[in-house]
């Protein structure tokens, strides 16, 4: 796989493609147990075996993993064993079959299930505190820096990203008839070569290879003009949370271990990623350090972290991602979509996690 072949088909997912998959997964989601698949004993016999779906393949992304592997975070809550699938993948499938406990996902993708066919899937936390998404221009060609800018221009958007652009159209008081919509694939080539003005990327991904290749690079966030939404949720079952409520804390206590360790080490983040856990992947290094410092200074930690800890969801977060989700045609409510008790249940009786950058 190259690196942008598919790079974001799992955070942006069609509408449509998301409804047939929760089609095909309805029938089986009555009857899935995740816990008693996979978590061998459940609660009463301590947490077992665990399997985590991620989202995306082996790379910085999930170093806050990598870490809680590493150093035994996850062995230390007791599981026996942790299996980090890599993806591309949104969870929902593992999820509600029973082949996966925990999954790597995102609001758009999971809201998309809840709201077209009920799935029993509740975010419990957020690895981001706000979607990476951007457009990207260079800024000797489309140097689109403010939302106005997009007016008039050639922007590449990937068919998986349709929906969601146009979303964020709509949240800025605009529409596809203000620009022109190129489709592209994920190579940002069409930006480099002037084919189009801007591009739709990632902020710790594609935006930092094209400056890494002496671009001089601007960047208009989605989450931060309109459309903003968590991604790298983490997300479960409602079988799970309310039968094995002990697994899922034991389980979100090795998550901020881990990710407190990689807030606190960037490089130590990045070389998990090429030396160890992606090495197969020829990742490089200088794309995974700067995608760790990205992430983790500008996504992973905020104001709402600081004050209540690694992973946690504000009320107002929570609903501004409802809004953002119905901008794209997704109708679910705030409870119908995250269910934080039991992280915030964790932080009551472990309070000393919230002080991550202690």
Known sequence: MSRFTARRTRVAVSIAAVALSAL???????????????????????????????????????????FADSKGYYTDAGFSSVELVPGPSTGASELISGTADFAMSDAVSTGSVVASEGAPLKIIGTTYQKNPFTVLSLKDGGNIATVADLKGKRIGVQDSNTALFNAFLAANGMSASDLTIVPVQYDPA?????????????????????????????????????????????????????????????????????????????????????????????????????????????????????????????????????????????????????????????????????????
């Open 24 to 66: 095909a997964l309805s029938a089986c989601a009555g009857s899935s147990d995740p816990a008693s698949s996979s978590s061998s004993g459940g609660d009463a016999a301590g947490p077992g075996d665990i399997t985590v779906q991620l989202s995306w393949i082996k790379n910085e992304e999930f170093c806050g993993e990598f």
């Open 190 to 358: 069409p930006l480099i070569n002037g084919e189009v003005d801007g591009f739709i990327a990632y902020l710790t991904n594609e935006a930092i290879i094209v400056k890494n290749e002496g671009h001089d690079t601007v960047n208009l966030p989605f989450a931060d003009n309109g459309l903003p939404f968590p991604a790298e949720t983490l997300v479960t079952t409602e079988d799970m949370i309310k039968n094995h409520p002990d697994t899922v804390k034991a389980f979100l206590k090795a998550e901020i271990q881990g990710w407190a360790d990689a807030v606190a080490d960037p490089a130590g983040c990045a070389k998990l990623a090429y030396d160890d856990y992606g090495k197969d992947l020829n990742l490089d290094p200088k794309n995974s350090e700067a995608g760790a410092v990205a992430q983790l200074s500008d996504l992973v930690v905020s104001d709402e972290t600081e004050t209540n800890g690694l992973f946690s969801i504000s009320d107002d977060l929570k609903e501004a991602t409802v809004k953002s989700l119905g901008e794209a045609g997704i109708d679910v409510t705030a409870d119908q979509l995250f269910d934080t008790s039991l992280l915030e249940e964790l932080y009551s009786e472990n309070p000393d996690l919230v002080k991550y950058a202690g």
